[in-house]
């Protein structure tokens, strides 16, 4: 089959409306997470997400809908252990992270019936995606792109320096929250494209490939979704080529991106060094 012949089955469209949103999505809230450094506390609500699949799967739920509510939960766990004066940030997360992977192993085991196949959600495949998974992606796109233009200068105070949004009387704690729970919404979000193991990727990579070439939080956003969105279609051809699974092409090319323009930027600072 032909590359361009794929354009023409309804799954591959899915895939590419899917990708486009998830792009807007990711673009948005991992720049805040890249600026704030919160990385690793995504990373945890990730893992922990799977607790919620688990209990999905037993109760019958729509394991979407209780790995949502458990990744919020979690967000929100994490980020009011880690202001307590008795609890580091790192054991915080580390709490969430293995008690949810606990919880989903358990639970998933116990569902009745056949046990079933986490792979994908461990891993993801963007060509499985269904309506409501659009719709889900495009809800959220809109919801963070109004949400930050219409607060986005406090969110880039509390981005770079909290104790100036103090100052300033901004609502610090509740902005905080509220960006941990959109956080957990869009790691949920896209699991079915992704999976639990490389979906906190797909909030950093492409966000740290746009920092080589601007420090704007505004340019950061929209580089970040163009990255992104070039990583997903690049991803998935080369999971149709290789026959490979979408969610860790989609990551691979992103890091080839990455590393691209790492080392053109490197090449062309000594070059210019050299000139000089």
């Not at 591959?12 to 704030?36: D, E, K, N, P």
């Not at 009745?112 to 963007?126: K, M």
């Not at 080369?238 to 090319?253: D, H, K, R």
């Amino acid at each position: 089959m032909d590359l361009f012949e794929l354009f023409q089955y309804t799954f591959f469209q899915h895939a590419l409306l899917g990708s486009l949103f998830a792009s807007i999505a990711c673009g948005i809230i991992g720049t805040y997470i890249v600026t704030r450094r919160l990385v690793f506390i995504s990373g945890g609500i990730t893992h922990a997400s799977f607790g919620g699949i688990g209990i999905g799967l037993y109760a019958g739920i729509p394991p979407v809908v209780t790995a949502a509510v458990f990744s919020v939960l979690s967000a929100f766990g994490v980020q009011w252990l880690s202001k307590r004066n008795d609890m580091r940030e790192d054991s915080a997360i580390a709490v969430f992270w293995t008690f949810g992977m606990a919880v989903g192993i358990i639970f998933s085991f116990l569902a009745p019936g056949f046990t079933p196949d986490l792979s994908s959600y461990l891993f993801g495949n963007i060509l499985t995606i269904t309506d409501g998974d659009i719709w889900l992606l495009a809800a959220l796109s809109v919801a963070l792109a109004l949400f930050f233009g219409l607060f986005f200068r406090p969110i880039l105070a509390i981005a770079f320096d909290r104790e100036f949004a103090r100052s300033q009387r901004m609502p610090v704690t509740f902005f905080e929250y509220l960006l941990m729970m959109f956080i957990a919404l869009t790691i949920v979000a896209c699991l079915r494209m992704v999976g639990i193991v490389l979906a906190i990727s797909l909030l950093t990579l492409p966000q740290m490939t746009a920092n080589l070439f601007t420090y704007s939080f505004k340019r950061i956003i929209w580089l970040s979704i163009l990255v992104g969105y070039a990583s997903c279609i690049g991803g998935l051809f080369l999971s149709y080529s290789l026959q490979v699974p979408s969610g860790a092409s989609i990551i691979f090319v992103s890091i080839l991106l990455y590393a691209g323009a790492k080392v053109g930027k490197t090449l062309s600072v000594h070059k210019k060094r050299t000139c000089a």
